[in-house]
């Protein structure tokens, strides 16, 4: 028995270390395996910029203070979010279900301006039930939904960051 289990966690080893592209989760490195420097501007995405910055430190990427020093610059602008009322409560008249959205315009380019990503706008949706009972806590689960928002919208422009590919000679090669 104790050689079947051997020889399980052998091949199961073997599997592992014979997927090149296997990584933990939100650690890997950008579509053609080179880790960029990135500098962030924000104008009006005070939330998607803070929650960018961590998302971009987290994929092991390096984040720079100034541009000069950066390879690939991003953009955040004009984050916005709405709150939008999706069911009253036919009995009572109130309300019952809201859905909070997000929308941010985003763009990358390179540090001699080559455009990567062009300006585009990204959306983003979650509903949440409202409790006219607790105000408070209806007040505290917007601010949640709110942060949960910035970091859905910072993991999506961060995956498209990592997806975009450098031209060679930005790319040091």
Not at 21 to 50: C, K, M, P, Q, T
Not at 62 to 68: D, E, G, Q
Not at 81 to 94: A, C
Request: hydrophobic share 45%.
């Amino acid at each position: 028995m104790r050689g079947v289990r051997v020889i399980v966690f052998a091949v199961a080893l073997a599997f592992v270390s014979g997927c090149g592209g296997w990584h933990l989760r939100g650690a890997a490195a950008s579509a053609d395996g080179h880790r960029y420097a990135y500098f962030l501007r924000a104008s009006g995405a005070n939330e998607v910029f803070i929650a960018l910055r961590q998302e971009i430190v987290n994929r092991g990427a390096i984040l720079t203070n100034t541009a000069s020093k950066a390879q690939v610059i991003v953009d955040i602008e004009r984050e916005r979010f709405d709150r939008r009322i999706l069911s009253i409560d036919p009995n009572t008249g109130k309300v019952r279900e809201i859905e909070l959205g997000l929308s941010i315009m985003f763009s990358a380019r390179t540090a001699d301006g080559k455009l990567l990503i062009p300006r585009e706008e990204a959306t983003f949706e979650q509903d949440y039930v409202f409790d006219e009972g607790s105000v408070l806590g209806t007040t505290e689960v917007d601010v949640i939904v709110r942060r949960d928002l910035a970091q859905l919208a910072a993991t999506s422009i961060a995956l498209r960051l990592q997806a975009t590919r450098l031209p060679e000679t930005s790319a040091g090669g």
